[in-house]
């Protein structure tokens, strides 16, 4: 594009030959071609009149003097020939000659024609300029005509309001208005006077010039009529254009009768589902589509255009409003399927709890009938909360992209559905559109539609945001938002065909916010006139958009009256049809409304192919070469920093002695198992040094700039590849899109990191809804791993806790039932039984193991895991080559090994612990000098709960009086969940004592002293045999 306003100050002069080549280069090929331009170095003092506003008018009078020098006053003429010979910045310009009396009459009356063209044409390009920026707040965009949709009824002072109102006694007015401040110097007489256009609109199609009336006419037409487009604040020109040119260019808006006839039928499916599901359950919830029936067929127009231009997979997430009707006539799911949820006696075939029939998911494969090509289609399910699901879908759309190779998203997309209140509302919006162009995070442009029905359950829009719009949380990462009436359903169809364009042209986010309204209540239950008494008197007397539009078909003869009707009665026999067969459904299978099918992982009939886990660990070559690639650089000449390189010759130490620590079992762990073709992602704060520095999965040149090398991926020739990300600072959105990701296929370890374990809790609404019950919901399993750095170590409330409490109090074994410890497997089956499965390691070793059971368990299982901190560095938290070869497993459980376990019939005590505060049990203990009278038993995993292993460590030790040690508060940590099912394992015949930090309210003191002083008591209660005596 033209850039003279923000170039002058710094191109120089161009030969003539040069200047037409650059202009016309840098212009997108749709641009009007007449005008060439050039740019200029002339120093913004030296020649102020090209600074600022002018440069535009300037410009446009240079292309013109390109074409024609005569079409441009002498003194510009002799500027533009002095500037193409390459006069330097500032002598380009000749003053007229001192003039003489008689002269200078003369010019008096001359000059001020020259001055007003300048200043009628900036006029006219700042009037332009100000419909493209704030057209949109004149919009017809209310089909109720309340609230304006950007809740302000004023028209904004710089723009000429609609062409009805284009009277010239309104645009004096106007224009008396807006010459306030002296920047529009037009009159009346202005109106017929004709201006050249300039190359940032389109509105004059073949032409080059317009007469101001026209100009103000067809700027209405394209930014004041049922869609306003908010484009101005993207800040690239070439999109810029894009927009300006297909909305601006006369005449843009076509449709052929066949697919105004398309748009009909799909509007008939639309509304009459909706109808008939009224007519047959009156009083059954199901959050209805009315007020907003043309979602179907904009959803369909993106899906058809976006089909049409390569994509074969689109991934969509929305929420309860019209879900029914989307899954029907989007998805396709087979009426009988829907009708049949509606029967209370309807038995629930699968295990779990299920889900409401607005929250399942859905997975269909189909032809395209438009396109005729292959399209799958993928609901995600998802719960009440709102927006919760929009990071899972893009994860999962990212996951589709990676595992099909779409490395530009030119096959797979995501579209998200939204409700007004909630698009506005919910903070998980905004953390997912900024995952929206991150690179390891991109899923390459979401079209995000709103139904924006101007309420929220019973709150107004006035009282649920504070911006103009509910969409303006887009603008933050430059997505155009188009506002589109939706009782006019070619507008919006016309919106969603340039948003899938935009889409597959830009690969960015867009959203279509579909101003409606909501005919009944919230539910079907619900009375708005207690309310919203007043837009529910204007919402009876509206008439639903099929009739409107029916009737305007009719009208222009694209349809009669009986085709129009033969349609409808054509849709309700379907409905009836599919309503007689839904009677003969009496069992509902939750896995027909799977989303996310694994195939070929379960059996056909959808079990687990085994009961069992082969051995986790790994021959001692394996081992090996993984240990001395993670020690070493394995790129050429490729600097890193000297801190590292000492990391690097300690790993290459252990590695030599047989031994690894947290970052090499790690690494062994992932390093294995892409060696066998499993795809490992760790995403999270800072993951790829590691929060601790002591990962370091990328290393950094230290003087090539974003030269970086990751050594996960040079380990086996055709290894899976490897993903360490640093995601943004959210947690919400992060550990959504990674369970996104994790659902795609069972073949890949996907890992989230919290920074700190801490910090998990913004993510709540992801582990409460998705990861706790999601298979439980919508029998769908989730492999997704979460590490949770935990460690009471003295750094205060807010970097101790990863409140393992919360994870175990949502575990689902039951802590009064013993299980039959005889059946076969018991430990494999107690995992298919959980919901997830929660470990705290106190060895490298067991991390390890922990990490490849995941994969190698012929099932998926969230996998929660308490990180530790100070052990990444301890001494002692080692674990040899020896407990990771082939024949060793995950240990459940540690069992004692020292003195205590040689005589255990003299131990008094059995202290059970779990993670790091072994360590500090370990060393107290050798300094008392108890090594034989105290047991430490370690349990490694927590869930679900280890009953036979544990079982017999009480059995070996039956002289000693049983204690829970925790470094965690009373009523933190893990001992809630613990004493009831080590009492239930030992059929409650002793007593379990607790040894740990009284409760409290907060996880932690912020007081290294107090910490001390605390971890010191506790010590002294695990190892006082008389602590508990007064209690017996
Ligand atoms: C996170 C969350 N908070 C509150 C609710 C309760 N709730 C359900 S629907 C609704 C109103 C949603 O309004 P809007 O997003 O405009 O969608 P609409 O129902 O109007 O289509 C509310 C508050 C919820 N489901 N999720
Ligand atoms: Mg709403």
Request: hydrophobic share 35%; glycine share 6%.
């Amino acid at each position: 594009m033209l850039h003279l306003r923000t170039c002058a100050a710094k191109l120089r002069p161009l030969t003539a030959s040069q200047t037409v080549k650059t202009c016309s280069q840098n212009r997108p090929a749709a641009v009007r071609t007449l005008q060439q331009s050039r740019c200029y170095s002339a120093p913004v003092a030296a020649e102020p009149f090209l600074s600022g506003t002018s440069s535009n008018y300037v410009e446009e009078m240079y292309c013109a003097w390109l074409e024609n020098p005569k079409s441009v006053h002498k003194s510009w003429d002799i500027f533009f020939r002095n500037t193409n010979a390459g006069a330097p910045p500032g002598t380009a310009y000749q003053s007229p000659l001192p003039l003489s009396r008689a002269s200078l009459a003369a010019v008096a009356q001359a000059q001020p024609n020259v001055d007003k063209l300048v200043e009628d044409h900036l006029a006219v390009q700042s009037l332009i300029r100000a419909y493209q920026i704030r057209g949109h707040h004149v919009a017809q965009l209310d089909p109720l005509g309340i609230l304006d949709a950007d809740l302000d009824s004023s028209v904004p002072a710089d723009i000429i309001s609609s062409t009805d109102k284009l009277d010239l006694a309104v645009f004096k007015e106007r224009l008396r208005m807006l010459t306030v401040g002296g920047f529009y110097g037009l009159d009346e007489s202005d109106l017929d006077k004709v201006f050249h256009l300039p190359t940032t609109t389109f509105i004059g199609g073949q032409e080059s010039a317009l007469p101001l009336r026209e100009i103000i006419r067809r700027l209405e037409m394209a930014y004041c009529q049922h869609i306003g487009v908010e484009f101005m604040f993207i800040n690239d020109l070439e999109q810029c254009q894009w927009i300006r040119q297909k909305f601006e260019t006369p005449g843009v808006m076509q449709f052929t009768n066949e697919e105004k006839r398309t748009l009909l039928a799909r509007l008939v499916r639309s509304t009459r589902f909706e109808e008939f599901l009224q007519r047959k359950w009156s009083s059954e919830k199901r959050f209805g589509l009315e007020g907003c029936e043309v979602l179907i067929p904009a959803l369909k127009t993106i899906i058809d255009k976006s089909s049409e231009n390569g994509v074969d997979y689109v991934i969509m997430g929305m929420p309860h409003r019209g879900r029914l009707n989307v899954l029907a006539n989007v998805i396709r799911k087979e009426l009988e399927q829907i009708f049949c949820q509606f029967d209370s006696k309807l038995e629930a075939a699968d295990e779990g709890s299920g889900d409401v029939k607005y929250h399942l998911g859905m997975y269909h494969r189909r032809i395209n009938r438009v396109t005729d090509r292959n399209i799958t289609l993928s609901l995600v399910a998802n719960p009440s909360h709102l927006e919760a699901a929009d990071p899972v879908v893009m994860g999962k759309t990212k996951a589709e992209q990676f595992y099909c190779g779409d490395t530009e998203g030119k096959k797979v997309m995501s579209i998200l559905l939204h409700g007004d209140a909630a698009f506005a509302g919910q903070g998980i919006v905004y953390e997912t559109f900024h995952l929206s162009d991150l690179p390891s995070y991109t899923t390459h442009g979401t079209v995000h539609v709103v139904v924006n029905n101007q309420i929220g359950f019973t709150t107004d829009p006035r009282m649920a945001r504070s911006s103009p719009y509910p969409t303006d949380v887009a603008r933050v990462v430059n997505a155009p938002i188009f506002h589109v009436n939706s009782d006019d359903p070619e507008a919006v169809m016309y919106v969603c065909k340039v948003a899938a364009e935009w889409r597959s042209t830009f690969h960015k986010d867009v959203v279509v916010d579909l101003v409606c309204y909501r005919r009944n209540g919230h539910n079907e239950m619900d009375e708005p006139m207690f309310t919203q008494p007043l837009m529910y008197k204007q919402i009876r007397k509206q008439k639903p958009v099929l009739q409107k539009y029916a009737e305007l078909l009719v009208a222009q003869g694209v349809v009669n009256q009986p085709e129009y009707e033969e349609e409808i009665s054509k849709y309700d026999k379907i409905c009836e049809e599919a309503f007689a067969r839904s009677k003969d459904e009496k069992i509902l299978h939750i896995k027909h409304w799977l989303d996310s099918p694994w195939p070929g992982f379960f059996t056909l009939d959808g079990q687990p192919r085994s009961m069992s886990c082969p051995s986790t660990g790994l021959t001692e070559d394996v081992l090996t070469h993984i240990g001395n690639v993670a020690s070493s650089v394995p790129v050429e000449n490729f600097t890193i920093h000297g801190g590292l390189s000492r990391i690097l010759k300690t790993r290459g130490e252990l590695v030599k002695n047989r031994t690894v620590d947290w970052a090499l079992a790690e690494y062994m762990a992932f390093g294995s198992l892409l060696k066998e073709g499993i795809h490992i992602r760790l995403s999270g704060q800072d993951v790829e040094r590691g929060t601790f520095s002591h990962r370091h999965h990328v290393l950094h040149d230290q003087n090539v700039d974003k030269r970086t090398c990751i050594p996960m991926n040079h380990l086996w020739p055709n290894q899976a590849p490897y993903t360490v990300c640093n995601s943004s600072l959210s947690e919400y959105g992060v550990l959504g899109f990674e369970l996104g990701f994790a659902m795609a296929s069972p073949n890949a370890l996907v890992l989230w990191e919290a920074q700190f374990g801490d910090f998990h809790n913004t993510a709540q609404c992801i582990i409460d809804q998705f990861i706790c019950p999601g298979q439980a919901k919508w029998v769908r399993q989730n492999g997704i791993v979460l590490l949770l750095p935990h460690g009471m170590e003295g750094m205060g409330p807010e970097h101790s806790s990863a409140r393992p409490e919360r994870f175990l109090q949502m575990c689902n074994d039951d802590p009064d039932v013993l299980p039959d410890l005889q059946q076969a497997n018991f430990d494999i089956s107690q995992l298919y039984d959980c919901n997830w499965v929660v470990v705290n390691c106190s060895t490298p070793g067991n991390f390890f193991h922990v990490l490849r059971r995941q994969i190698l368990l012929p099932f998926r299982k969230p996998l929660i895991i308490f990180t530790p901190k100070s052990l990444l560095r301890h001494p002692e938290a080692r674990t040899s080559f020896d407990e990771m070869l082939p024949g060793t497993h995950f240990q459940r459980v540690i069992p004692e090994s020292g003195p205590a376990a040689q005589a255990p019939a003299g131990v008094k005590r059995l202290l059970f612990c779990t993670g790091k505060v072994y360590y500090d049990l370990t060393r107290e203990r050798a300094a008392r000098g108890m090594a034989e009278q105290v047991a430490i038993t370690r349990i490694e995993q927590l869930s679900p709960f280890p009953f036979d292993l544990l079982l017999k460590e009480v059995q070996k030790y039956p002289n000693a009086e049983l204690a829970w040690c925790q470094e965690e508060h009373k009523n933190q940590g893990y001992y809630d969940y613990v004493k009831p099912r080590l009492r239930t394992t030992i059929d409650r015949a002793k007593p379990v004592w607790y040894a740990g930090r009284d409760p409290a309210a907060a996880p932690a003191t912020g007081n290294k002293k107090t910490h001390l002083t605390e971890l010191q008591r506790l010590l002294d209660t695990a190892f006082d045999l008389d602590a508990f005596k007064n209690f017996s």
